[in-house]
């Protein structure tokens, strides 16, 4: 297993925009997906964005448009752009790596990071 940090959450008005980070600690070549999930209270966790080891992205229909994730391979970090934020948006954001596709399956993860508190008020 990795060892994943995230930081970057807070709080902000709703249309703002936040960007998350996460260091990525003992990347091995079997690590196939890294990406973000969030869980709103009393909400199951959901997947929100992936980028898989070829560098393809793909993202939840809730947030296509407005969130890209990215990778920086020298930094070995993760991150999360969010802009026009919705107060929806509120949750606990996880990021995670994995080495069984497809990346929007929360079963294909096998490293998780702490989660870092976004709250978006109206």
């Known amino acids: 297993q990795l060892l994943l940090v995230e930081s970057g959450g807070g709080s902000v008005q709703a249309g703002g925009s936040l960007r998350l980070s996460c260091v990525v600690f003992g990347y091995t070549v079997s690590t196939y997906c890294e990406g973000w999930f969030r869980q709103a209270p009393g909400k199951e966790r959901e997947w929100v964005a992936a980028i898989d080891s070829d560098g393809s992205t793909s993202y939840a229909v809730s947030v296509k448009g407005r969130f890209t994730i990215s990778k920086d391979n020298a930094k070995n970090t993760l991150y999360l752009q969010m802009n026009s934020l919705k107060v929806e948006d509120t949750a606990m954001y996880y990021c995670?790596?994995?080495?069984?596709?497809?990346?929007?399956?929360?079963?294909?993860?096998?490293?998780w990071g702490q989660g870092t508190q976004v709250t978006v008020s109206s």
């Open positions: 995670a790596a994995g080495p069984i596709p497809p990346c929007s399956w929360y079963g294909g993860y096998n490293s």
